[in-house]
């Protein structure tokens, strides 16, 4: 694995961790968060193929959505999707992608 996508897993998981403990308020949820809620017709809190083929460009980019590769799309995959987050829990993609890796 190289450096580059073991900081983005590492930064997805920390993102997951932080979403998991629940920190945002109802009235404080991103509009992607309010999509994801809409889309996810049994609230178990994960998108399914079935709840997520009402949104074509969701279903026709299944596969690099779902970043896990675990057969369902998670909040926080799908905030990276719509683009309000990154895989390194940041809102520009460009300043991550400028900083120098180091070890």
Request: charged content about 20%.
């Amino acid at each position: 694995m190289n450096k580059l996508s073991a900081l983005a897993l590492s930064s997805f998981l920390a993102v997951s961790a932080a979403y998991a403990e629940g920190d945002l308020g109802a009235s404080e949820k991103m509009p992607s968060e309010q999509q994801f809620s809409a889309l996810d017709a049994n609230q178990d809190g994960v998108l399914d193929e079935s709840e997520a083929s009402s949104n074509t460009e969701l279903t026709n980019n299944w596969a690099s959505v779902d970043i896990d590769k675990d057969g369902v799309i998670s909040p926080q995959e799908y905030s990276i999707y719509t683009g309000e987050a990154t895989a390194s829990g940041s809102a520009n993609e460009e300043q991550i992608l400028d900083e120098p890796v180091t070890e």
